[in-house]
T-cell receptor
Framework: ETGVTQSPTHLIKTRGQQVTLRCSSQ?????VSWYQQALGQGPQFIFQ???????GRGNFPPRFSGLQFPNYSSELNVNALELDDSALYLC?????????????FGNGTRLTVT | DQQVKQNSPSLSVQEGRISILNCDYT??????FLWYKKYPAEGPTFLIS?????DKNEDGRFTVFLNKSAKHLSLHIVPSQPGDSAVYFC???????????????FGQGTILTVHP
């Protein structure tokens, strides 16, 4: 069983730039969620994708957007980067429709905005 | 508005003893609760979960207790081992209705250190 994989592992960007983070979900999972974890905090829900559509969104501005592909992999795009976007970005997958299916997380992408 | 709170930033216990990690929540719509463990440079790893229809769930050395009236849950680790040293996150979701399975609300985490 292949777990959740994310790329790249680390990234440094300049304020105002755009970034794309990638995620391959665990085999058999049809739902992908993205989280932002700031230093010393718990992960915060950004949004979830199911059947290639956004299906739930947290308190993040529209410059955070995403895609889910037919193979259930996903991208997180962030436009007009701000210094506060520096964080660990976590992708998680699960099986929507399976009761009490927990989220399985990847190891994250560490984004630094300078 | 912190809907899930872990009020102890850190906990230190001796190997072989019990570790008790606590979590409080405010949203009465939460009906599914999970604990995750996180090592540095890794993503959170699922440990154990509990549905709101239960008050206890056990898996080996890990037991989660849920007190719905107090909106409180706890994770017991017995016996604690040095390899359990990590950050522990409590998380909650509102799964009734079958939507937003991927939306978890996390606490801030508790750093557990188990001394040999």
């Amino acid at each position: 069983e292949t777990g959740v994989t994310q790329s790249p592992t680390h990234l440094i960007k300049t304020r105002g730039q755009q970034v794309t983070l990638r995620c391959s979900s665990q085999s058999g999972h049809n739902t992908v969620s993205w989280y932002q974890q700031a230093l010393g905090q718990g992960p915060q829900f950004i949004f979830q994708y199911y059947r290639e559509e956004e299906n739930g969104r947290g308190n993040f501005p529209p410059r955070f957007s995403g895609l889910q592909f037919p193979n259930y992999s996903s991208e997180l795009n962030v436009n007009a980067l701000e210094l506060d976007d520096s964080a660990l970005y976590l992708c998680a997958s699960s099986s929507q429709g399976v009761n009490n299916s927990p989220l399985h997380f990847g190891n994250g992408t560490r984004l630094t905005v300078t | 508005d912190q809907q899930v709170k872990q009020n102890s930033p850190s906990l230190s216990v001796q190997e072989g003893r019990i570790s008790i990690l606590n979590c409080d929540y405010t949203n009465s719509m939460f009906d599914y609760f999970l604990w995750y463990k996180k090592y540095p440079a890794e993503g959170p790893t699922f440990l154990i979960s509990i549905s709101s229809i239960k008050d206890k769930n056990e898996d080996g050395r890990f037991t989660v207790f849920l007190n719905k009236s107090a909106k409180h849950l706890s994770l017991h680790i017995v016996p604690s081992q040095p390899g359990d040293s990590a950050v522990y996150f409590c998380a909650a979701s509102a799964r009734a209705g079958g939507t937003s399975y991927g939306k978890l609300t996390f606490g801030q985490g508790t750093i557990l250190t188990v001394h040999p």
